[in-house]
């Protein structure tokens, strides 16, 4: 095989892929011409449970001890958990469940919040009818927190909702068959 440039190596260079033969093809003043294509390096994977607690504190704004008092663990485990890559501090307890459930909640209202973190913490920590939503993520109750960080976002009125154009007494339905008289 003839080099683009000639042959200073007096042998034939092992060519695998293809790309000297390109090369030659390329226009001699701009070897540059191929182009290669490099795969790029795998990222390895987060744990878990790190994945976790790193997205419900991005999420909320929650600092460990907060996020630790709804788990029901101590604030130290929680930054074990966000900064080791071993599963062991999260598998001894049992925390992976929990954790997901948590997280499963703070996804759904942080998109009710349009993401804001701000809306998302308030939604969770404002009491309705005396309890918080995050008082029911300790207790493991996913849908009463839920409920409770919905109805913070959008209060429940009071009062029978009424359409546009209200009814009058006795002439809100039409009956659906004719009575004989």
């Known amino acids: 095989m003839k080099t683009a440039f ?3 190596f007096g042998t034939t260079l ?3 892929t293809g790309l000297l033969d390109r090369l030659q093809q390329a226009e001699p003043a701009n070897p540059f011409a191929v182009w290669i294509s490099l795969a790029m390096p795998k990222r390895r994977a987060l744990p878990e449970h790190q994945r976790l607690v790193q997205a419900i504190e991005s999420t909320t704004g929650w600092s460990d001890r907060r996020l ?3 788990l029901g663990v101590s604030h130290p485990t929680i930054s074990k958990l966000r900064h080791r890559s071993s ?5 001894r307890t049992g925390l992976l469940p929990r ?3 948590v997280h499963e909640v703070v996804a759904r209202v942080s998109l009710l919040a349009a993401g804001d973190p701000v809306a998302t913490d308030r939604a969770l920590t404002t009491p309705v009818r005396g309890r918080r939503g995050i008082d029911y993520l300790a207790e ?3 849908a ?3 409920l409770a960080a919905v109805d913070v976002l959008n209060p429940r009125t009071e009062t ?5 154009f209200p009814a009058s007494a006795g002439r809100a339905t039409t009956p659906l068959f004719d009575e004989d008289d």
């Open 99 to 101: 954790l997901l459930d």
């Open 144 to 146: 009463r927190a839920y």
């Open 68 to 70: 630790a008092s709804i």
């Open 160 to 164: 029978r909702p009424e359409g546009e």
């Open 6 to 8: 000639g042959d200073p």
């Open 140 to 142: 493991g109750s996913r």
């Open 87 to 91: 599963v062991r501090a999260g598998s």
């Open 14 to 16: 092992y060519n695998p």
